[in-house]
């Protein structure tokens, strides 16, 4: 079968959910026994996400091979189970770099180099390389922004071209919003027709429209946004509230989104649908017999989306354990020493979150003394492993000004150090240790026993390290390291054997957490938490 092409748009208003209908679509299609790749396209200049505030743009998510991506394919991930790359996530940065380098090396002949044909032909190449080089049998790609928005322009133009030249194979899916005015007492289809309408305007005719709604949509409303919008009635998709992201893909098989998809494709519906293991997952959420109480400790709380994967992982991990996981969100800048007892008292589980810079810091070093001096369960990520190292160096080994260079350059104890490799690069985007590397586990370890094996391979994002000049020091006052780079000899997890949970990770495990496949970390931690609670 030919590659079959979805391209999902938005309208109305932003923040709609087209990552979530995206991935729950490609969720439906997996579970009938098809490959699907998912595929974000983003309007924005910057080359990646990389260099982005994250209360701007939310968490940088990173994928195995390294690349800095936009948070919507943690969500891919998530859903699906399927590892993504460099190729599922394009920036307007990104798509004119690659059209000035090759102007650059002459590759256009001396030709003017324009928006069309040539910004478009390199997007098209973009979206037909996925479906080409990785041999899909579905590329749903989504289109970041929202209709009308003049940097998506180039990006729903190639959606008419390739529509053109693909013709059955392909189908714009447009998410929108239908408001329900309480005065009137009635969901408003008018701002829907104007948003269509603007897609048309550039060309393009969506072939199914998925409507959000609070209020339930009635036959006589579907029927007329099909009737103004040039779309059968039963192509008008109902997407109401749920309680959770992960009741999305039933709620789309419900309203039979994957059935008129198939049948716009030309794609006989032969294989049976297999959801058993997303409704199991989806009764262990909802049905919960334990509770915990966690804190993340991060200085980026006021946007929840800055820990996304974080927070995904703690729901994973919680269904897993029947157990529903209360998460905390603590401004690490407002944690002191007056009243770090005040700010953390009450909770099963500490993590501390990663992060760069100055900002906070601090409050997280006193946050990790706080848990292990209390014996609560406590997980440092990254930046979190590192304040751990920090704290360990200034309270148990007695080096009052033990630091990362990262923050204290002229530290006399630089527990953390730059890494090698990264002390004469100057530019911040795509710099740093990114991607899957391998670690070997101490046997008889804690994470050793978390992971029952002794190889694993985890992704990083990082630019500094544990400075093992001081590791032997470390293990004869009691923090042990627990994984090793078999290849560098770099410190990937540290542990306190005599604390019942205290472990630091240089990795980011949050990043391989799955809806069907939880962290092991996570749920070991979630685990000390109801214990420790118990």
Same mark, same amino acid.
């Given at each position: 079968m030919a590659t079959k092409y979805i391209f999902v748009t938005g309208g109305v208003a932003s923040s709609l959910g087209k990552g979530i209908i995206a991935a729950s679509l490609a969720r439906l299609l997996k579970a009938r026994g098809y490959s699907v790749a998912n595929q974000k396209l983003d309007p924005y200049?910057?080359? #990646?996400?990389?260099?982005?505030?994250?209360?701007? @743009?939310?968490?940088?998510?990173?994928?195995?091979?390294? *690349?800095?991506?936009?948070? #919507?394919?943690?969500?891919?991930?998530?859903?699906?189970?399927? %590892?993504?790359?460099? %190729? +599922? +996530?394009?920036?307007?940065?990104?798509?004119?770099?690659?059209?000035?380098?090759?102007?650059? $090396? !002459? #590759?256009?002949?001396?030709?003017?180099?324009?928006?069309?044909?040539?910004?478009?032909n390199e997007i098209k190449e973009r979206i037909t390389a996925l479906g080409n080089t990785g041999n899909y049998e579905f590329v749903i790609t989504e289109i970041g922004g929202t209709v009308g928005d003049i940097e998506s322009y180039p990006f729903i133009e190639a959606v008419r071209q390739l529509k053109w030249t693909l013709g059955r194979n392909?189908?714009?899916?447009?998410?929108?919003?239908?408001?329900?005015?309480?005065?009137?007492?009635?969901?408003?289809?008018?701002?829907?027709? @104007?948003?269509?309408?603007?897609?048309?305007?550039?060309?393009?005719?969506?072939?199914?429209?998925?409507?959000?709604?609070? /209020?339930?949509?009635?036959?006589?409303?579907?029927? /007329?946004?099909?009737?103004?919008?040039?779309?059968?009635?039963?192509?008008?998709?109902?997407?109401? #509230?749920?309680?959770?992201i992960y009741e999305v893909p039933i709620k789309m098989h419900d309203e039979r989104l994957d059935i008129q998809v198939l049948k716009k494709l030309d794609v006989p519906i032969k294989k049976d649908i297999d959801l058993a293991n997303w409704e199991a997952f989806l009764f262990k959420l909802k049905n919960p017999e334990k509770e915990v109480s966690v804190g993340l400790v991060g200085?980026?709380?006021?946007?929840?989306? %800055?820990? /996304?994967?974080?927070?995904?992982?703690?729901? @994973? *991990? !919680?269904? =897993?354990? $029947?157990?529903?996981?209360?998460?905390?969100?603590?401004?690490?800048?407002?944690?002191t020493k007056e009243n770090v007892d005040e700010q953390l008292k009450g909770l099963t589980g500490i993590l501390v979150a990663p992060g760069f810079g100055t900002r906070g810091i601090e409050g997280k070093i006193?946050?990790?003394?706080?848990?292990?001096? +209390?014996?609560?369960?406590?997980?440092?990520?990254?930046?979190?492993?590192?304040?751990?190292?920090?704290?360990?160096? $200034? +309270?148990?080994? !007695?080096?009052?000004?033990?630091?990362?260079?990262?923050?204290?350059? %002229?530290?006399?104890?630089?527990? &953390?150090?730059?890494?090698? =490799?990264?002390?004469? &690069?100057?530019?911040?985007? !795509?710099?740093? $240790?990114?991607?899957?590397?391998?670690? /070997?586990?101490?046997?008889?370890?804690?994470?050793?026993?978390?992971?029952?094996?002794?190889?694993?391979s985890e992704r990083h994002r990082h630019r500094y390290e544990f400075n093992n000049k001081y590791i032997n020091e470390y293990k004869e006052a009691g923090m042990v390291p627990a994984g090793i780079n078999p290849d560098s000899g770099l410190v990937e997890i540290v542990e306190i054997p005599s604390h019942p949970f205290f472990v630091g990770s240089q990795f980011h495990p949050e990043y391989k957490s799955t809806a069907l496949h939880p962290h092991p970390l996570f749920v070991a931690f979630v685990k000390a938490a109801m214990e420790y609670k118990r």
């Open positions: 200049i910057n080359i #990646d996400p990389g260099t982005l505030n994250p209360y701007e @743009h939310g968490e940088c998510y990173v994928t195995e091979d390294g *690349a800095e991506t936009d948070l #919507d394919l943690g969500h891919y991930e998530r859903f699906t189970g399927v %590892a993504t790359s460099h %190729a +599922n +996530n394009v920036t307007t940065g990104r798509i004119y770099q690659n059209v000035i380098e090759k102007e650059r $090396r !002459g #590759d256009f002949l001396g030709k003017t180099v324009q928006v069309i044909p040539h910004i478009t392909s189908i714009v899916i447009h998410l929108t919003y239908i408001p329900y005015i309480a005065a009137a007492g009635e969901l408003k289809t008018k701002p829907t027709q @104007h948003s269509v309408k603007a897609l048309q305007q550039q060309g393009v005719q969506p072939d199914i429209i998925v409507c959000r709604t609070e /209020k339930p949509l009635t036959r006589s409303v579907r029927d /007329k946004i099909g009737l103004f919008c040039n779309i059968e009635g039963d192509c008008v998709i109902e997407d109401g #509230d749920v309680s959770s200085k980026y709380v006021q946007l929840q989306d %800055a820990y /996304k994967s974080i927070t995904e992982a703690f729901i @994973h *991990a !919680g269904a =897993e354990l $029947r157990c529903k996981v209360n998460v905390s969100y603590i401004n690490s800048e407002n944690i006193l946050a990790v003394n706080y848990a292990r001096v +209390n014996r609560v369960p406590f997980l440092g990520i990254c930046l979190g492993m590192q304040c751990a190292v920090v704290e360990f160096a $200034r +309270n148990v080994l !007695g080096y009052d000004d033990a630091h990362s260079v990262e923050i204290a350059p %002229a530290t006399s104890h630089p527990v &953390i150090d730059m890494m090698e =490799e990264q002390k004469n &690069i100057s530019n911040m985007g !795509g710099t740093m $240790r990114l991607g899957a590397y391998p670690c /070997k586990l101490v046997e008889g370890s804690k994470s050793f026993e978390i992971y029952g094996k002794e190889f694993i």
